[in-house]
């Protein structure tokens, strides 16, 4: 055990470390006591490090609960560092080109592109993408072993920074994959990865050992997992599970080319106007091609009626097979993950390539780099779910496109910005168009209408991007920050704003009916001090 006074422990008070926020990414700051208590601790309980956050991560006391380089470690070098060996950033540029032609000789790597200049937000500063001295992005698509439990096609991305090779490249694995190595947003742990590169030859360019060293992570998790192989196992047991419906239903699927990523969305299968404005790309071809509907809610013609018929008739072809599907989320009881059923390598081609840059016309920043996407089709029918209560989506940027089929009623209801004075003001009622998309923040409240006729099938495509979680913008709609940035709504809400599962008036203005009633006295909105003037909170039980 370490003595009280930290003399064994490897920062000093006055260090700058960097500490690890789970899926926030890691924090900048300096270690401020050794061997922290807090007084409702078990009396020999202490953590060895107490940390005070930089201003741009809100100055908050922190304890690191152990001393290893998974939890805290020195301060990492900024991405703006330049390099420490003279080289100036134009040289690593030059460099990095060299390793990544390298990189396409590699036979596990099946495509692979850039360096690009990307847009980053360090330390928490606000999006910007900076002129040239990096950071880059390598984006690759590698095939895994068809022996593995990992035999798929995995998109990956590479963020290098000038300090390169000095200073690691971060790992950011898109495809879902089950692995005790891929945090939550994506990104490859740090210390496995070091760990990792330490066990392979140096004699490879070193672009070529980080793919390596994932590729070895993801592929043989049990040989770095030795104290926890259980979680390796369990990683491998759900790909495994995964790949099995997949390749179930590859024998079965009804239109085999809705999962081919070169034919699935192409000028074949895609919206004229929209193929137009895409092949241009100019702010003119997209601001012909846009029809504001609100504030912030935009909507684009996007898919042929034979596309929205094909994806209908493969959803109804899955469903009739009996196969299990993953729900989208808890709200939702019909739909299913199409990255689940196969359509990943199809839906990558249509998020990163064709949506992406409408996002960065849109959405200028946290538009501009899609990192992972969660895409799934939501069902409405009578008797089956009928619609959808007002929420906010786990997404940076959100594309809803409506299927089909024949439906009455199920208008989309657009409300406030999450934590902004108008939260829960009706803002917008969208009426879905088959072959429409209609394009919104995530932090926006919306919800689904009823269903009051016929059947509704939606595609919808949550984007992420690693980078704006980082920055001040996101700490500001962030669900935890809910304290902090939250501002004080203006007025009582709009009856169509309600959420029966998040508000904690809702049983004052409306009945909370069936099944809803569990949800009763267990909302969050609005946070105690975002309270509008007369503010009532409902009864917690009837
Ligand atoms: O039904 C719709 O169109 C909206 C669905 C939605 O907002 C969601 O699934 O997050
Ligand atoms: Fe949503």
């Known amino acids: 055990m370490a003595p009280v006074d930290g003399s064994n422990l490897r920062f000093a008070v006055g260090d700058r470390v960097s500490c690890n926020m789970g899926s926030d990414g890691w924090a900048s700051g300096k270690v401020v006591a050794l061997q922290y208590r807090e007084d409702h601790w078990p009396a020999k309980k202490t953590a060895p490090y107490q940390v005070e956050l930089d201003p741009a991560f809100g100055s908050a006391l922190i304890f690191a609960p152990m001393d290893i380089p998974k939890v805290i470690r020195a301060e990492m070098p900024s991405t703006f560092s330049l390099p420490e060996d003279g080289r100036d950033a134009a040289e690593v540029l030059a460099a990095l080109k060299t390793e990544v032609a390298k990189l396409q000789d590699d036979p596990i790597v099946l495509t692979v592109s850039g360096p690009e200049l990307m847009a980053v937000a360090e330390d928490g500063t606000e999006l910007f993408v900076p ?6 992005v390598i984006t690759m698509v590698v095939q895994g072993p068809t022996t593995s439990a990992y035999s798929s096609h995995l998109r990956m991305q590479l963020k290098v920074n000038t300090a390169w090779p000095k200073s690691p490249a971060e790992v950011r694995v898109h495809s879902w994959i089950h692995s005790p190595f891929v945090k939550q947003n ?17 004699d490879v360019s070193p672009l070529c050992r980080t793919v390596r060293a994932a590729f070895s992570l993801l592929n043989n998790p049990s040989q770095f997992c030795e104290d926890d192989t259980d979680s390796a196992d369990d990683a491998a047991e759900s790909n495994k599970e995964r790949l099995d419906v997949i390749l179930k239903y590859k024998v079965q699927r009804e239109h085999d080319w809705l999962f081919d990523p070169k034919r699935a969305y192409s000028t074949e299968t895609i919206h004229p106007e929209y193929w137009k404005a895409y092949c241009l790309n100019t702010p003119e071809a997209w601001a012909a091609l846009v029809t504001t509907e609100a504030t ?11 596309l929205c018929k094909a994806f209908v008739e493969e959803l109804d072809k899955f469903h009739g097979t009996g196969l299990p599907a993953r729900r989208p989320n808890s709200m ?10 196969g359509m990943e390598p199809a839906l990558d081609q249509l998020c990163h390539n064709l949506l992406q840059p409408l996002a960065h016309y849109l959405f200028p920043g946290v538009g501009s780099h899609f990192d992972r996407h969660h895409t799934f089709v939501v069902r409405y029918k009578v ?3 009928l619609g959808l209560d007002m929420h906010t989506d786990d997404s940076d940027v959100t594309f809803n496109v409506c299927l089909g089929k024949d439906f009455k009623g199920a208008g989309l209801q657009f409300c406030g910005d999450q934590g902004a004075t108008d ?4 803002s917008l009622q969208y009426q879905h168009r088959v072959g429409h998309c209609v394009v919104h923040r995530g932090h926006r409240r919306h919800g689904a209408d009823d269903i009051t006729e016929g059947e509704r099938l939606n595609l919808i495509v949550w984007t992420r991007n690693i980078e704006y979680r980082r920055s001040r913008l996101w700490s500001k709609f962030n669900i935890q920050s809910r304290s902090s940035g939250y501002k004080r709504e203006s007025e009582p809400p709009d009856l169509v704003c309600l959420s029966f599962t998040h508000d904690r008036d809702y049983g004052v203005f409306k009945e909370y009916k069936g099944d809803k009633k569990r949800h009763r006295g267990k909302g969050w909105c609005p946070p105690i001090h975002a309270e509008y003037e007369g503010f009532m909170e409902e009864e917690s039980v009837d």
């Open 186 to 202: 994506g990104v490859m742990d740090e210390a496995a990865m070091a760990e990792a590169l330490g066990t392979l030859d140096a």
């Open 131 to 136: 002129k040239d001295a990096g950071p880059w």
């Open 296 to 306: 912030e809610v935009y909507s684009v013609p996007l898919f042929k009626p034979e």
């Open 383 to 385: 008797g089956e779910d």
């Open 332 to 341: 939702n009881n019909y739909g299913i993950v199409v990255n689940e059923i």
């Open 423 to 426: 939260h829960r003001k009706a």
